[in-house]
């Protein structure tokens, strides 16, 4: 871990991080070619499909916004319980 410390080893750290990346990336690139030229041979498309599990996704995402929504205004309505619970003037309260 020696060679770390120095501006050679870190240099030459940075290169095979990058170099690692460029390989994923190029390699990634390569499979949705091969993908394309598949499905150009083969007639299928899944575009349509794509789409749809978007358009669920997005309707997914709304359903989690209305959830949190409703969420927070429970969290707010069970503070104000237990705010009321905890007023000393409130005589429902035992107090020990």
């Known amino acids: 871990m020696e060679w770390l410390k120095g501006k050679l080893g870190q240099i030459i750290a940075v290169a095979a991080l990058v170099s690692t990346i460029a390989g994923f ?3 990634g690139a390569g499979y949705v070619t091969r993908l ?4 150009k041979r083969s007639g299928v498309s ?3 499909e794509l789409q749809a599990l ?3 996704d997005v309707a997914i995402e709304k359903e ?3 959830l949190q929504t409703q969420i927070k205004a429970l969290q707010d309505k069970v503070n104000t319980i237990q705010k009321k619970q905890n007023d000393s003037r409130n005589p429902l ?3 020990n």
């Open 64 to 66: 989690i916004l209305v």
């Open 25 to 27: 990336g190029y390699t």
């Open 36 to 39: 394309e030229a598949v499905e």
């Open 46 to 48: 899944y575009k349509k």
């Open 93 to 95: 309260i035992s107090i």
């Open 54 to 56: 978007t358009d669920t």
